[in-house]
């Protein structure tokens, strides 16, 4: 009680005072009130949470709300005005980049306290989270909105509106509404389905979009670099920027070297941004970093953002039609007018037939007498002719292929997402089942990317690990120097735990040589730092393979170059090298050949090599000032060289002997020397033992990029590995290879693989270790930087092209039997044998089920023990045509005997008779949809123990059939059948396996069977 008092007392004072000062301080004193109150509220002891006392009717409760007051004296508005308007003027009213670091309360060095969740959970309260609002989803409205559209759909509807009212009118509501109703209920079975199915698949690429948009981001937090998603970014975290890195939210430049900005994606300029301290310290969220590298202060998010704006306003399309749907429509289209035309003429037929008087009932009474027929009776006539010429038109259209497409691109896309493969670009899913060449990266796809130093050499003297510490001092002290200063990487050392609390971070690379100089060299970066002040940097790039420093020494002002990168590069820019004794040697040509001899060594024992040269700048250097702009790089003096050991991933053999035994040809594209790289071939199998010395099979970049033409073209596909190569060098052997007509797949993850990645027709971006503009270039991306996930994704791709070649074979079975029979009975009987309802069934197991079941096969070995599939092999195989023209000769003639002999054959009525048409029909489907799995190999039922969808989709058709045979009689029109009939209809349906497996004897030619008619382009 006495706390609660002493809460009421101190806001009543609080209230008196207030009431004496002028407005601009009222507002002021408001804000103060609430917080001291409900902090004053906050610290009164309570003993219950949610129980709810008495309270006396003359007191007043006041619902205080828990306040989180954000510390930050800076609000959002001014934040975001000062990086949209790029106002240096601003910038200096609210102090500077310090300034406002300080009235964020982040501290620049070591970041934002991570362990703070409710400082965290303030600053989202005050500025926002990095999200950013998404246009309204497609609700399952929507989907069925889309089903209705279809116009066979729409004439369907009114014919069965009509029938219905026909039907009530002539029989009554009890027994009138059958046959419209019947309709009615198939039509929306029908669309229900469809709808269904397409709504799922809607938010299937929904998941896969949010995954793809969640980014790893790199941030100071506690002093720590340590990786986030983007979405969890606050105003005031310190963001670590790299060449390739999306910039993730706006803010200020802080520190770096030498950064630049691509901005194409904001303002469509291509030219990139030098982003500084003095003149441009704006970062834009969105935007990429094309050089350099450095620190920025965040200081809008999301919707407070330009990028946030603007994403938020831009939907995803997951109606992207991929190259082989487009393909399917054509198809769907050329079916269809033929569909059309068969429709049109049962329609006459029908309509002739019955306004002649040729068309009877059931008791053998014409329909149709002249005068003397009721005009509704006639009118009813002639819906259901109309109906079931429309059926036919439903049945004959296959407007299950494209449903099938997008079924297996999501169901694959969905497994390949297990197997460590996300798909940017559903088109990516098929084209690679396609591909006959694959491009690869060495670092990080066919090796592990952990990086280990195992050798160095000081001068042509290989120094042993425990001799590390005899080096001469000033050769140690100056490659503490060469490694702490020269790195984008960092180490964080935990004080309580020593040695063991030591995190490196960076690039594998850097991430080794640093672990090596602090565990062997014993480094102290931070001293080393705060011994000399960094002038310039010239930073790392694939085209260069070398990154270099400018710095200054606090001590005696001297100015020193620093540079590192791949050796034999290194090696031509020294003209001096340090021996053991730290003595300083003319690097003549003999020494020069001894060091390539070492060098050469390394290499051809996997390893890479990195090279550190040192200079001191004189007076005399920088006399013309330009030393800022372009370091000095020639008589350097060698400081050592150093081997990295990157072992092969386990696995990696066996991947790329199954893709070569599948006919794919692999080639290693690497930016290593060409020993290393063929080392690395050799042992991944890429390159074999015996041809190890053949030339023509390994080249470097410069001497590919300086080939003719005409030699490039003719060398290109002798070509296993491509050495010292550069971005350039990869985009045009890419390019090369696309003209002599291979489907390529590259790998790739620096920011110049983009052009590579794009002029591919598969680019595989890496998850790990692949940069942003890497990633948005590239149709998947390979989440665990794995060569074996590459050729899982062959697989997949293959497996896709393969369902759908399996669904085509069983549709088009359906589609020529129901056209076939539909015509022959319309003009020979002057009726169909399947009704409207029963077609309309039938289109539901082919188009739906039927897709579901042949869509979903996972990949089997035998995939792969095929050639690839080339740009204009045909989708439907001479192999396809045999067994759909067998399976649909062998139904029309069966069904056909059924419906002119079928009564005398089962002494049966004519409605039980119509009913095992229907059920044989339906029967065939059902046994050759196990044909359909297999298109090549006669065992169809090896593996399907594994498909439990398939297995589970066969078995609720058959029930659902049986329940239309046996119960729905007058819904289906259907009689019931007895045990004799039923055996009848199940010998007749699986006779259909035996065929199969006797025409699969039955050898085809390789040349298409349409290749001379226009029908190639849609088969």
């Known amino acids: 009680m ?9 806001c009543i004072n ?43 009717s003359d007191t007043v409760t006041i619902d205080i709300a828990e306040v989180h007051p954000c510390p930050c004296k800076v609000d959002q508005t001014t934040l975001t005005k000062l990086v949209k308007e790029k106002s240096l003027g601003q910038l200096d009213q609210l102090g500077g980049i310090q300034g406002i670091a300080t009235s964020l309360n982040t501290e620049v060095q070591h970041g934002l306290n991570g362990h703070d969740a409710e400082d965290i959970l303030r600053r989202i309260e005050a500025f926002g989270s990095n999200t950013y609002r998404k246009p309204p989803k497609k609700g399952f409205f929507h989907f069925v909105w889309e089903a209705f559209q279809d116009p066979t759909i729409a004439i369907l509807l009114a014919c069965a509106a009509l029938s219905l009212s026909f039907g009530i009118k002539e029989n009554g509501p009890k027994e009138g509404w059958y046959d419209g109703g019947s309709i009615f209920v198939a039509v929306f079975l029908v669309i229900s389905v469809s709808a269904i199915s397409n709504f799922r698949q809607s938010r299937q690429f929904e998941k ?21 998603s983007i979405f969890e970014i606050v105003v005031g975290d310190v963001v670590r920027l790299k060449i390739g890195d999306q910039v993730p939210a706006d803010g200020l430049f802080l520190e770096g070297h030498s950064l630049r900005i691509d901005e194409s994606s904001m303002t469509g300029e291509s030219d990139h941004l030098e982003v500084n301290q003095n003149q441009n310290p704006f970062l834009t969220s969105g935007t990429k970093v094309a050089d350099g590298y450095g620190q920025m202060l965040v200081t809008s998010v999301g919707m407070n953002t330009t990028w946030g704006e603007m994403m938020s306003s831009v939907s995803q399309d997951s109606n992207e039609k991929t190259p082989l749907q487009s393909r399917l429509n054509k198809l769907t289209s050329a079916i269809g007018k033929v569909g059309l035309a068969v429709a049109f003429l049962v ?18 009474i014409k329909e149709y007498n002249g005068s003397k027929t009721k005009a509704d009776d006639v009118i009813n006539a002639v819906v259901k002719i109309i109906a079931a010429a429309v059926t036919i038109v439903v049945v004959a259209i296959p407007e299950g292929l494209p449903l099938a497409v997008t079924l297996t691109l999501a169901y694959s896309m969905k497994r390949m997402m297990a197997d460590q493969a996300m798909v940017r670009k559903l088109s990516a899913c098929e084209t690679m089942g396609s591909a006959t060449t694959i491009c690869t990266d060495k670092t990080g796809t066919l090796t592990l990317n952990r990086m280990t130093v195992t050798k160095f050499w000081l001068g042509k003297e290989s120094v042993e690990k425990d001799s590390y510490l005899s ?26 735990l020593g040695t063991k609390g030591l995190e490196f971070s960076g690039s594998p690379t850097e991430k080794a040589i640093l672990s090596w100089a602090v565990m062997e060299l014993n480094m102290d970066m931070e001293r080393v730092k705060q011994n000399c002040s960094i002038l310039h940097v010239e930073a790392f790039n694939s085209q260069k393979k070398r990154s270099g420093v400018l710095m200054k020494k606090m001590v005696d002002n001297s100015t020193h170059v620093h540079w590192k990168g791949a050796a034999e590069m290194i090696l031509a820019m020294c003209s001096h090298y340090y021996n053991l004794e730290g003595e300083v040697t003319l690097l003549d040509h003999l020494e020069r050949k001894k060091f390539e001899e070492i060098i050469q060594g390394m290499a051809a024992s996997s390893l890479r090599c990195i090279a550190f040269a040192h200079k001191q700048i004189t007076e005399a250097d920088d006399a013309s000032g330009k030393i800022q702009q372009t370091l000095e790089d020639r008589n350097l003096i060698l400081l050592g060289i150093v081997g990295l050991k990157d072992p092969c991933r386990p696995g990696v053999k066996k991947a790329v002997e199954d893709c070569q035994y599948s006919g794919v040809k692999i080639k290693m594209i690497t930016g290593d020397n060409v020993f290393t790289a063929r080392a690395i071939a050799t042992e991944c199998g890429i390159l074999k033992p015996d041809l190890e010395a053949n030339d023509e099979l390994v080249v470097e970049g410069v001497e590919f990029r300086n080939y003719t033409d005409e030699e490039r073209m003719e060398k290109v596909d002798k070509i296993v590995v491509m050495a010292r190569s550069s971005p350039f060098d990869k985009h045009l052997m890419v390019k090369c290879l696309k003209e002599k007509g291979h489907v390529v797949a ?51 791709g293959r497996c896709v092209y393969s369902n759908i070649q399996k669904f085509i074979q069983f549709q088009l079975t359906v589609n020529v039997a129901a056209l076939v029979i539909n015509f022959v009975a319309a003009i020979s009987a002057g009726e169909v044998p399947l009704t409207a309802v029963q077609l309309l069934w039938v289109n539901l197991i082919m188009d739906t089920l039927g897709a579901l079941a042949l869509a979903t096969e996972r990949p089997t070995k035998d995939l792969m023990d095929k050639p690839p599939v080339g740009r204009t092999e045909p989708l439907i195989t001479n192999i396809m045509w045999r067994n759909l023209m067998s399976q649909a000769l062998y139904q029309i003639a069966v069904l056909l005997t059924l419906q002119f002999k079928g009564k005398s054959i089962f002494g049966v009525s004519e409605k039980v008779n119509a009913t095992l048409i229907f059920n044989t029909f339906v029967l065939c489907q059902v046994f050759n949809e196990f044909n359909a799995r297999k298109l090549e190999s006669k065992n169809v039922f090896e593996g399907i123990h594994r498909n439990k969808l398939f297995l589970g989709i066969i078995g609720v058709t058959i029930i659902l059939q049986v329940v239309m045979v046996e119960f729905l009689k007058r819904f289906a029109n259907t009689e019931r059948l007895n045990w004799g009939q039923w055996g009848a209809c199940i010998g007749i349906a699986a006779a259909s396996w035996p065929i199969g497996w006797i025409v699969k004897c039955i050898p085809v030619p390789d040349r298409p069977v349409f290749s001379y008619l226009k029908w190639k382009k849609f088969c």
Not at 352 to 361: A, L, M, N, P, Q
């Open 2 to 10: 006495p706390s609660i008092v002493d809460a009421n007392l101190s």
């Open 208 to 228: 896969l979009s949010k995954v793809s948009s969640n980014i790893p981001v790199e941030v100071v937090r506690n002093g720590r670099r340590q990786q986030i």
């Open 347 to 364: 329609l006459l037929v029908l309509l002739v037939r019955y306004f002649t008087g040729h068309t009877k009932d059931a008791n053998g």
């Open 746 to 796: 590259v790998t790739g993850d620096g920011t110049n693989d983009a052009p590579a990645l794009k002029e591919a027709d598969i680019g595989l971006s890496m998850g790990i270790q692949g940069t942003e503009v890497a990633k948005e270039s590239s149709d998947i991306v390979i989440l665990d930087d794995n060569f074996a996930s590459v050729a899982t994704v062959l697989t997949w």
């Open 14 to 56: 609080l209230v008196v005072h207030l009431s004496k000062l002028n407005n601009t301080k009222k507002k002021w004193g408001s804000a103060f009130l609430t917080i001291c109150c409900s902090r004053a509220f906050k610290n009164v002891p309570s003993r219950r949470k949610s129980k709810i006392l008495p309270v006396p």
């Open 471 to 496: 080096i001469s001092t000033n050769v140690l002290k100056l490659l503490r120097e060469a490694v702490s200063l020269n790195t984008t990487g960092s180490v964080y050392r935990s004080i309580n």
